[in-house]
């Protein structure tokens, strides 16, 4: 294990990688047994630390967080951007696995009215959906150290879901569209950022 | 024959239909399809074939609610290979690029509005779907156009107002209509000229190559590539775009006018079920947390359809073929 990797570790156990640095290290972790020994090292410490007892430290839960961040770290740093970081004192894992499973307060900082134009007005599903409201943040344990994750509960969480899958679809979308619709390349316009 | 689910024909019979102007339609297929325009499906088949085989660049705009952007288009066809590029002049200033794709490889989305035989077989296809009309067209980007109006004949996609040039039939101006006669989303050119492309200037920042779904041998379709999850509902008259690979996230469906995908994400997480959705333009991104087969996953339909449409497929994913 590098320096480099072992810092970028330690970094990511005090809440101080950001996003991408997390999704590389945990790319590493996931093919490294020695990184993930260290993974789960560091949470021990850290939960004694903290002054909580390691619930199942031999559990690793790299490749889990690894799921949640594969894709999706684009999306995350718009969150941040958008919320002027009042994730900060959530651990850095917690919040980037929430851009999958998130929601509750930290969404209810959110403006609703910024996106009213785009929302649909409460709609009531035809389907037979219930839109849970009321946000509840419950205790998911990533390996030894509790963190908060947040059940996306409310309206506005599921909206900001919505609004990522966008930017994370809309090219892979586009590229379809071009090919089968009557207006050749301009589909791509409807690309929030167009990658490479 | 047929290559990955896009029909290919012989090139010389292409540029037949395309230099032979509008066919003329005898009335009986009128009679086949009652409440169809016959000449409005001539041009709508028209402007399919121009789209891919007239040399032409130009600039266009694309205007969803207070946001305009202009881009470069530029469309130049040699020897059978079709060369492709938009580049934005306005935000990112990305360039779009396709090259060599063959003349003859018609995807659906396209072969959905050339209904010139198919009228002869009685079947109606895209006119099923939507009703189309002739209307004075107005002056786009210094060409005389023809206007041709298109209702949905259901509520699972949206209407549109098409303006195509009197003499090539191409697309020069496009508005897509939604609820209440409002205009979610406009493309029109600014400026057009019909000859090979010039060079494009400097100034991109970023280039993207088109990506074109890999052909792959009929052969091989049958029992291997099984899907893991289906769709299964789709609005009438939609048809897949493509065959995704065993184990795709993605599932692509066009009516040759409207296009939504599907993608799925199975999560590692539970959720609780719920949905979202954002909409720019005509674009609907639909996201729905459910449950399928007690697993948690995460489908998203987007694309150029009502939300409605969006949701009740969403509604239909389920485990297996």
């Not at chain 1, 005090?14 to 945990?26: G, S």
């Not at chain 1, 999306?75 to 900060?88: D, E, I």
């Not at chain 2, 060079?199 to 074109?212: E, F, K, S």
């Not at chain 2, 052969?219 to 939609?238: E, I, K, M, Y």
Request: with cysteine; proline share 5%.
């Amino acid at each position: 294990m590098s320096e480099m990797m072992r810092e970028s570790l330690s970094a990511l156990m005090d809440d101080e990688a950001n996003e991408l640095e997390l999704e590389r290290v945990l790319a590493k972790v996931a093919g490294d047994p020695e990184l993930r020994q260290a993974w789960v090292r560091y949470n021990l410490v850290r939960a004694v630390a903290g002054g909580q007892h390691p619930a199942h430290p031999e559990l690793d839960v790299s490749a889990r967080v690894r799921a949640a961040v594969t894709g999706r770290v684009q999306g995350a740093a718009g969150l941040r951007q958008r919320f002027a970081r009042p994730l900060a004192s959530v651990a850095v894992a917690a919040s980037v696995a929430a851009t999958v499973v998130f929601g509750g307060q930290y969404l209810a900082r959110m403006e609703a009215g910024n996106y009213g134009d785009q929302a649909v007005a409460s709609s009531v599903s035809p389907v037979g959906l219930v839109n849970s409201l009321g946000a509840t943040s419950v205790q998911a344990s990533y390996g030894t150290q509790s963190v908060p994750v947040l059940q996306p509960a409310t309206r506005t969480a599921y909206q900001e879901l919505a609004r990522q899958r966008l930017k994370k679809y809309m090219q892979e979308h586009a590229e379809h569209a071009a090919l089968n619709s009557p207006n050749g390349l301009v589909p791509f316009a409807r690309v929030p950022r167009i990658q490479e | 024959m047929t290559v990955h689910g896009f029909i290919t024909r012989p090139f010389a019979l292409i540029l037949t239909l395309a230099v032979s102007g509008l066919p003329a339609a005898p009335r009986v297929y009128a009679e086949a399809c009652p409440g169809a325009d016959i000449e409005a499906l001539a041009w709508l088949d028209k402007m399919s074939r121009s789209l891919q085989e007239v040399n032409y660049h130009g600039v266009v705009t694309f205007q969803r609610g207070q946001e305009l952007q202009a881009m470069q288009v530029s469309h130049s066809v040699v020897n059978g290979l079709v060369t492709e590029r938009l580049t934005e002049l306005t935000g990112q200033g990305a360039e779009v690029v396709r090259v060599n794709h063959p003349l003859e490889c018609i995807h659906p989305g396209n072969r959905l509005l050339q209904l010139g035989a198919e009228l002869q077989d009685g079947n109606c296809g895209v006119a099923r779907y939507y009703r189309f009309s002739m209307a004075g067209g107005e002056l786009v980007a210094g060409r005389q156009s023809v206007q041709i109006r298109v209702e949905p004949r259901d509520m699972y996609r949206y209407g549109y107002v098409m303006e195509l040039d009197n003499e090539t039939g191409l697309l020069l101006k496009s508005e897509t209509i939604g609820q209440g006669d409002s205009i979610l989303e406009r493309f029109q050119f600014a400026s057009l000229s019909y000859n090979h492309d010039t060079a494009p200037d400097g100034g991109t920042r970023l280039v993207h190559q088109a990506h074109h779904p890999e052909p792959e041998p009929r052969t091989l379709s049958t029992g291997g590539g099984r899907a893991d999850w289906s769709v299964n509902w789709l609005p009438q008259g939609f048809t897949p775009t493509d065959r995704p690979g065993p184990g795709s996230e993605r599932r692509t469906y066009t009516d040759g006018l409207a296009v939504f995908s599907v993608f799925l994400e199975l999560l590692s997480e539970d959720i609780r079920p719920g949905e979202g959705v954002v909409r720019t333009g005509s674009t609907t991104s639909y996201t729905r947390g459910m449950h399928i087969a007690g697993i948690p996953v995460l489908v998203t339909v987007i694309g150029e359809v009502p939300l409605n449409t969006a949701r009740m497929v969403a509604d239909s994913v389920e485990e297996g073929h």
